[in-house]
């Protein structure tokens, strides 16, 4: 079966083990060059944190690649950062800042308020 990569970055990778889902293929990792596919890129997280995150996946731990998904089996998936300081919170938390005032228009503009 061929993919292309614009194909296989729309599919969602799975990893069979816990049924985590670890994101969109991101990346394809191969060899130059002979052109052979090392394995794929996968987010591993959620949130935007390009780079810290990123799992790399062999070739070898790829199970299936189907219509929409990825089957991987991982056995040691990576596990979320725990921050330190024990609470919630941690130790250095600030409360929010209380909200700036609402802004008025600038004094050349009309305010469409009295049409209504």
């Known amino acids: ?27 394809v990792v191969f060899t130059y060059p002979e052109g052979r596919v090392q394995g794929i890129v996968a987010p591993g997280g959620r949130g935007f944190r390009f780079g810290k995150g990123d799992l ?4 070898k731990n790829i199970s ?14 990576p596990k979320p ?3 330190k300081g024990g609470s919630k919170w941690g130790s250095d938390y600030q409360p929010p800042a209380e909200e700036p005032p609402p802004r008025r228009p600038p004094a050349d503009r009309r305010d469409y308020g009295e049409y209504e």
Do not use: P, W
């Not at 790399?56 to 070739?59: G, Q, V």
């Not at 299936?64 to 998936?77: E, F, H, T």
């Open 56 to 59: 790399f996946i062999d070739l």
């Open 1 to 27: 079966m061929e993919t292309s990569y614009t194909e296989l970055k729309c599919k969602e990778v799975i990893n069979l083990c816990d049924g985590k889902r670890l994101g969109k293929v991101c990346d």
């Open 81 to 83: 950062e725990k921050k």
């Open 64 to 77: 299936k690649i189907g219509i929409d998904v990825v089957l991987v089996d991982i056995r040691s998936a």
